[in-house]
């Protein structure tokens, strides 16, 4: 069998991502209850942080250390390489000591060039393009909160970044409509938005995009590695922000999501994480149960 990694949604089929998000919500539950599992007892992960990290490194590392397991924090700093050693050959031999690798790094190809060599699953944490372990902890939420997304409306407000991209794969994989409220010249990847054809569409009025949907989601105007362009971008997505009036155009279910960290009084309004349409701090915590169940599907090549 060939070794599975996930460095989109799109390494999955539809049928896999539901049944990871089934077993999340399973383990949730368990967990919850005070039972004690221990599916990964003697696996480890490695985990690469080129970038800055809350969630994602809590999530993973609790994660492992619940299914008994253990995760090892590689920041480039103290590797081989931050000094320079090919990417292919920390792979060859991280991979062969761990059994998945974490990445969270800029370069989409860095995560590509490391899975293309490695002899155990490999998990992109966040690149400049994608970062589709927010999506199974988004997708997870919204179906414990309002059931199945297919055929529902959700609507992106701001840039067309990692998460943006990552919500186009969305779209398709789990069949919902998908509205991008962004300025002019921060649409997502353009092949990715023709690769969705009807399942997406662009919007530059955020208040048309918002109308009946069954999901407001944002994230930070300015992401890691573009710190400079955070004045432009304030000025550029003033009214890109996601706030009552907002909300109150959305469909009278819809939710709210951010994956966090948000920027008040930027992309959202002051007391926007607390409007009783909010769902931030599960969909954090979902973070934990769904990367849970993706560490089993991976290390194990099954669900229980
Ligand atoms: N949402 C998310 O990935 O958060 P961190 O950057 O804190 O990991
Ligand atoms: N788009 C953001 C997401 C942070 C979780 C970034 O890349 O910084």
Redesign the pocket.
């Known amino acids: 069998m060939p070794v599975r990694h996930f460095l989109t949604l799109n390494d999955f089929s539809t049928d896999e991502l539901y049944d990871v998000l089934d077993h999340a919500s399973k383990l949730k539950r368990d967990w919850r209850a005070g039972n004690v599992r221990d599916s990964l007892k003697n696996r480890v992960l490695a985990m690469i942080f080129e ?7 809590v999530s993973f590392e609790a994660g492992m250390a619940q299914l008994g397991g253990s995760a090892l924090f590689l920041s480039p700093r103290d590797t081989q390489l931050g000094r320079g050693e090919p990417i292919e050959d920390s792979s060859r031999v991280i991979s062969s000591m761990a059994d998945a690798v974490m990445i ?1 790094t800029f370069d989409h190809q860095t995560v590509t060039r490391f899975a293309s060599v490695a002899n155990c699953p490999v998990i992109n ?2 690149t400049d393009d994608y ?1 589709p ?2 999506l199974l902890a988004d997708m997870q939420t919204f179906r414990e909160h309002r059931g199945d997304i297919r055929g529902a409306t959700v609507t992106w407000v701001g840039d067309g970044n990692n998460m943006c991209n990552s919500y186009v794969n969305a779209a398709q994989q789990f069949g919902f409509q998908l509205r991008i409220a962004c300025p002019p010249g921060y649409e997502p990847d353009r092949q990715l938005l023709e690769s969705a054809g009807d399942r997406v569409a662009v919007f530059n009025d955020p208040h048309e995009a918002a109308r009946d949907s069954h999901l407001l989601v944002t994230d930070v105007w300015a992401s890691m590695g573009q710190e400079d362009e955070q004045t432009t971008r304030a000025r550029t997505f003033a009214s890109y922000q996601i706030n009552p009036d907002l909300m109150a155009m959305a469909h009278p279910d819809a939710i709210f999501m951010h ?3 948000a920027h008040r009084g930027e992309e959202i309004s002051e007391h926007m994480l607390e409007h009783p349409a909010s769902v931030v701090w599960d969909e ?1 915590e979902n ?1 934990l149960h769904a990367q849970k169940a993706l560490l089993e599907f991976l290390i194990l090549g099954e669900l229980e």
């Open positions: 970038k800055s990290s809350t969630r994602t490194r969270r944490a966040l970062h372990c927010q994956c966090l960290p954090a973070r």
